[in-house]
């Protein structure tokens, strides 16, 4: 029997365990108006006098970044109306069915509480009956528009 007390001991004290993994710091919590509903980050501080000019710009160009639309064209802040947006207009979760590409912006989108559908003659139309407007960019849409809407 000692040889076999002497393979115990040959191995050793027994592998330590892989290192506990660190824990993601919690991130840290933004007030509502000040995320951006799209991709859920912090939105540009507004300005001394209260102006939102980059706040609205960094939500119009999530909803180009996530809708697979070209980003809108670099504006100046005395450019900035309602005509002022890209032509073509953006819609959220446009690419997200079909060829594959809008994965994980689908899932991005999931992540912050979207919800992707493609719009109703029914969704088209308001409570009071005019045109409705996207929550997030206030475009106007038509029936069998891809969008995403808050959950």
Known sequence: ?????????????????????????????????????VCGNELPTKGSDGDETARTQHVEECIALHS??????????????STSLPSQRTRGMSSAAGNGEGSSNRMSMMAR?????????????DEEGNEAECVICFEEFEAGDRMASPA
């Open 113 to 125: 509480g979207m919800v992707p559908y493609v719009a109703t003659e029914k969704d088209c139309v």
């Open 1 to 37: 029997m000692p040889s076999s007390r002497r393979s115990f001991f040959a191995h050793g004290p027994p592998a330590p365990g892989p290192a506990p993994q660190a824990q993601p710091t919690p991130r840290r919590q933004i007030a509502e108006e000040d995320e951006c509903p």
């Open 68 to 81: 697979g639309s070209p980003p809108p064209p670099a504006t100046t802040p005395a450019d900035l109306s």
